[in-house]
C-alpha cells in the first residue's frame, strides 16, 4: 500500500494562509491521482482538490476554489495544499489521499482550525 505522512495542520486566523504537504512512500507507482478531503464537525466528508500526478492539471471543489491550490513535487513524491483567505467555515480534519489502480490510500488526517 501507499503509505501517506502529513504536516502543516494547525490554528490559522480568519483571512490568513496555512500549507498542508503530503508525502507517499511505499508502493507509489501507478499513482495517477493525489487529493485532499476533509470534514467538519457533525458534517459528512468533503472533496477539496485533486491533482493529477502525470500532468499536473487540478480541480478544486466550489468552497475552496480561487483560495486553494493544489501543487505536486513529484521527485519528492509530496502534494501541497496551500490554503489562503481561510475561513472558519474551513475548520476541519484534512485527509490526503493517493489513487492508484482499484486502490486508493489514505492519510491519518490533520487537524485545520480557523479562529481568532
Known amino acids: 500500500q501507499v503509505r501517506l505522512v502529513e504536516s502543516g495542520g494547525g490554528l490559522g486566523q480568519p483571512g490568513g494562509s496555512l500549507r498542508l504537504s503530503c508525502t507517499a512512500s511505499?508502493?507509489?507507482?501507478?499513482?495517477?491521482?493525489m487529493g485532499w478531503f476533509r470534514q467538519a464537525p457533525e458534517k459528512q466528508r468533503e472533496w477539496v482538490a485533486a491533482?493529477?500526478?502525470?500532468?499536473?492539471?487540478?480541480n478544486y471543489a466550489d468552497s475552496v476554489k480561487g483560495r486553494f491550490t493544489i501543487s505536486r513535487d513529484n521527485a519528492k513524491n509530496t502534494v501541497y495544499l496551500q490554503m489562503n483567505s481561510l475561513k472558519p467555515e474551513d475548520t476541519a480534519v484534512y485527509y490526503c489521499?493517493?489513487?492508484?489502480?482499484?486502490?486508493?490510500?489514505w492519510g491519518q488526517g490533520t487537524q485545520v482550525t480557523v479562529s481568532s
Open positions: 511505499g508502493f507509489i507507482s501507478g499513482v495517477h491521482t
Open positions: 489521499y493517493t489513487d492508484r489502480f482499484r486502490a486508493r490510500d
Open positions: 491533482i493529477k500526478t502525470s500532468n499536473g492539471s487540478t
